[in-house]
């Protein structure tokens, strides 16, 4: 009896298995590619009251051996109009002969005027839809339309949206830009103590010598520089090296170079030979690491916002006429290293203390970990307290190599 029993169980075991197999076979959501228009980037701006949505999409390739021509490889641009997100992304099928699949999108632009205007009624469709993914760039357009940039390359990739995507990559070989994703800006937006800094774009108009004696004009794009946000809504920009200054005091360097006078001291002219000096020589630091600390002090009731940050970095290029052996001239070379960032971040923390009221520097982070019962008291009016704070930098230089030469190439020879 226990026999028969075993082998029912046995039986039907089996068929609720075989049975999982036939459900469960095949992709039931599954997607085809040719049913699909793969969306690789796109722009948000605003014309009469509606959203105006401009989608890059991608032209697959055929395949190989294939005898078809056309646009292989390159890009359709589609736009879409609507009174919420949602519906300018669907109206695209208006006119568009494929659904825009946002699940590989990588960059978002925003015009200024879209994000002068906030970006809190948009984000919810960002969030919400499956399809969209929440490490997308996003960059503002500053001045114009955010339209007027998709279908621009200045580099290597065909695709705008993969151009801008390795532009975006080379934040770590230059900290005069920012990297912000959808995650970072709502992680700040709904954070008191710290407000939210956006990348920034716009065109780059170059002339190149193509043949001798003939000019030709070519448009890129940049993203030097960065978008101050207040409360989800825009208020103003910072330029190259304010964004280098921004980055330092959010411990934010990943790399980059530091340009500066030549100390022009008695112990630095010393080395030097005045025979060659044109008196404009520079110095550049290539930054291998870097480590900023903040913190916030009471002084009788006064609140003093605190940085310092220690460099550890190369001598990438000498101008100048000085013997980097000499450790005296090393050493004056650290510190005027050392002054040039401090300017730098004095620069530009005075700036949106001044013009922007805002602190996106995250202080008010600091001040919470201090004294969380003071916070909760002042929290509502930290952005007025921050924009009259005083601010004390500190600034630590070490180079630790100086490359293949110790003699500068320009020493006249003989001296």
């Given at each position: 009896m226990g026999r028969n029993e075993n082998m029912k169980k046995k039986i039907i075991l089996t068929i609720l298995i075989a049975i999982q197999m036939i459900l469960l076979t095949g992709c039931w959501s599954s997607k085809e590619i040719n049913e699909l228009g793969i969306v690789t980037m796109i722009t948000l701006d605003i014309e009469d009251g509606e959203i105006v949505i401009t989608a890059e999409v991608i032209v697959p390739k055929p395949p190989m051996g294939s005898t078809e021509s056309g646009n292989s490889g390159s890009a359709k641009y589609v736009q879409g109009k609507g009174k919420t997100l949602f519906e300018a992304v669907r109206n695209t099928t208006l006119q568009f002969d494929r659904r825009l699949y946002l699940a590989h999108n990588q960059i978002f632009i925003l015009s200024e005027e879209f994000a002068r205007e906030g970006l809190e009624e948009y984000t919810d469709f960002i969030l919400r839809d499956h399809e969209l993914r929440e490490t997308t760039q996003l960059l503002v357009a500053k001045g114009g339309k955010a339209y007027e940039l998709i279908g621009i390359s200045g580099g290597i990739e065909e695709l705008s949206g993969a151009y801008i995507e390795n532009l975006v990559k080379n934040i770590k070989f230059n900290s005069k830009a920012v990297s912000a994703t959808l995650t970072d800006y709502m992680r700040n937006y709904y954070d008191v103590e710290i407000q939210p800094v956006l990348g920034k774009i716009e065109r780059k108009e170059m002339t190149v010598e193509k043949i001798k004696g003939k000019k030709e004009k070519t448009t890129g794009l940049t993203?030097?520089?960065?978008?101050?946000?207040?409360?989800?809504?825009?208020?103003?920009?910072?330029?190259?090296?304010?964004?280098?200054?921004?980055?330092?005091?959010?411990?934010?360097?990943?790399?980059?170079?530091?340009?500066?006078?030549?100390?022009?001291?008695?112990?630095?002219?010393s080395a030097i030979n005045s025979q060659n000096s044109k008196g404009n020589e520079n110095t550049v630091v290539e930054i291998t690491r870097s480590k900023t600390k903040n913190y916030i002090e009471i002084q009788d009731g006064k609140i003093v916002l605190k940085t310092q940050v220690k460099i550890i970095g190369m001598l990438g290029e000498e101008t100048g006429n000085i013997d980097t052996s000499n450790a005296e001239v090393l050493k004056l070379l650290e510190k005027s290293c050392s002054n040039q960032v401090k300017r730098q971040i004095e620069k530009v923390i005075k700036k949106v203390q001044d013009e922007y009221s805002t602190d996106i520097f995250g202080y008010g982070k600091q001040y919470h970990r201090k004294d969380s019962k003071g916070w909760n008291k002042i929290r509502n009016n930290w952005d007025d307290i921050f924009a009259h704070a005083e601010v004390l930098i500190d600034v630590n230089t070490e180079i630790v190599r100086t490359g293949l030469v110790n003699k500068p190439s320009s020493k006249v020879k003989g001296k």
């Open positions: 993203i030097e520089g960065a978008s101050v946000f207040n409360r989800g809504k825009l208020v103003g920009f910072l330029d190259g090296d304010e964004t280098r200054g921004y980055n330092f005091v959010r411990n934010k360097i990943q790399g980059g170079v530091i340009e500066f006078p030549t100390p022009q001291t008695s112990k630095a002219r």
